[in-house]
């Protein structure tokens, strides 16, 4: 019997900390999201006015939304620096130093003066302070996501690992909350002139209560043991490039991620440009419809997750990929009405419903492509260099397509076509017996047999 209050101490303590790690996983992508989608939104229905004046409004919206492309760019460079730091030091280091790095660039935007102020420095200010957001992104979900599947209790990856995926919707509900809710409760005029700097400068408070639960995690038990074993890799994007399996699930990851990136950055980011610049629409109703969407998106990100692991991840993945394409023809549709409550529904059903079923999931998958020694840095390179094209290229290339369409979808239906193929068949072309799932030996051994092959 005087094992029972020890092992129920333990038990308790496991809780606590479980709690916690769930806690800053939802919190701290919540901040970071919330910053980078300010900058989406804003590229659309700000940014373009003041920072990329322009006689014809659809130059100024591309120049706009190619600094926000930047931030995709950036990405992939925070993902390997930050990777490497959570292969090597560990998961929780990294998430301190990206949400710190993101607060504070996400609150200097929100002083740049503007292009009529101070000429083309301002722009140049925005880009650099873009630059910096996509860094701390590039770091920030890696670590994020590893923090809570490795926590994860057996069998339930794929639930954990979409508590941090619920970070973007909340970060989305929150951006284009922020910004419905300033845009109504004050003129056009002042909205224009200073109030969508608030929505910026509120990023400070967000960082404080990340930071102060973040500070309270401990490393997970993954890495822990890894350290135990002596099983870290010197350096994890050498290790990665040289393992013939690794290099398969980073191209298949990459292409698995295709159609999740193109369709949020289609119904998040350009709809609403689309909406007011090309369909004459007020922006108001569009936020509203982005914001609903996110909120819906809220519950049924875990629930695709829990369904990753009873049904099994690539076939939840694969058709929300299809079903995202398929809905997107309708809501399209939708959108050009113009009407704004059907134009809402068809935001809501595609990217509230469907988009969630690869979103949801998608942590888990992407975590168990790799073994642990180098997992942060291949989850990482995956998600982050394939977000040039899958979502930071999009409302660019997009806007360019419309334009060339004469106004018309007809273009961006195709290229939405294009995108939810590849990632169908990506993600099918991932081998249930490549995945790592009990990781630790396996990751020792696959490295051990990988420097054997190479030295061979």
């Not at 619920?166 to 929150?174: E, I, N, P, R, S």
């Not at 013939?244 to 298949?252: F, M, Q, T």
């Amino acid at each position: 019997m005087t094992g029972t209050p020890d092992n129920a101490q333990k038990e308790q303590k496991n809780r606590r900390e479980l709690r916690t790690v769930v806690a800053s996983s939802i919190i701290g992508t919540t901040v970071e999201w919330y910053d980078f989608f300010l900058y989406g939104t804003a590229a659309g229905t700000v940014f373009n006015t003041l920072y990329f004046p322009s006689d014809d409004p659809l130059i100024g919206t591309l120049l706009s939304f190619t600094t926000f492309a930047l931030g995709f760019v950036a990405r992939p460079i925070g993902g390997l620096i930050f990777g490497h730091i959570g292969d090597r030091v560990g998961r929780k280091k990294t998430l301190v130093a990206t949400m710190l790095i993101m607060g504070v660039a996400t609150c200097a935007i929100g002083l740049v003066p503007t292009y009529a102020s101070i000429g083309v420095a301002a722009p140049i200010i925005l880009v650099l302070l873009r630059l910096a957001q996509g860094v701390a992104i590039g770091g920030e979900w890696g670590g994020a996501v590893l923090m809570s599947v490795e926590y994860a209790p057996r069998g339930k990856r794929g639930l954990y690992g979409s508590f941090p995926q619920v970070g973007l919707a909340l970060g989305l509900t929150l951006g284009t909350g922020v910004f419905a809710g300033l845009n109504a409760a004050m003129s056009s005029t002042a909205f224009l002139a200073w109030g969508w700097r608030i929505a910026f400068g509120l990023s400070a408070i967000l960082v404080l209560v990340g930071m102060f639960i973040r500070l309270k995690v401990i490393e997970t038990p993954a890495f822990r043991k890894m350290e135990e074993h002596k099983a870290k890799a010197t350096v994890p994007v050498v290790e990665l490039a040289r393992n013939p399996l690794s290099r398969r699930h980073v191209l298949l990851g990459m292409g698995s991620r295709l159609s999740e990136g193109v369709a949020f950055n289609t119904w998040a980011v350009f709809a609403i440009s689309y909406g007011t610049g090309t369909l004459g629409m007020q922006r108001q109703p569009l936020l509203l419809g982005v914001m609903a969407a996110a909120l819906v998106m809220l519950a049924f990100i875990p629930v695709f997750g829990r369904a990753s692991d009873r049904f099994g991840r690539r076939r939840v993945f694969t058709a929300g990929a299809v079903l995202t394409g398929v809905v997107s023809f309708p809501a399209l549709a939708m959108l050009h009405t113009g009407h704004p409550l059907v134009t809402g529904i068809g935001i809501v059903v595609v990217l509230g419903v469907c988009y969630p079923m690869m979103y949801g999931p998608q942590a888990a998958l992407y975590s168990e492509l790799f073994p642990t020694p180098v997992r942060c840095t291949g989850i990482s390179f995956v998600y982050q260099f394939s977000g040039i094209f899958a979502s930071g290229l999009t409302p660019l290339f997009l806007s360019y397509l419309v334009g060339q369409a004469g106004g018309g979808y007809g273009l961006v239906l195709a290229y939405l076509f294009v995108a939810t193929a590849i990632s169908a068949v990506c993600t099918l072309a991932i081998r249930r017996r490549d995945l790592f799932t009990e990781d630790v030996d396996a990751g020792h051994e696959q490295l051990r047999n990988a420097r054997n092959a190479t030295a061979a």
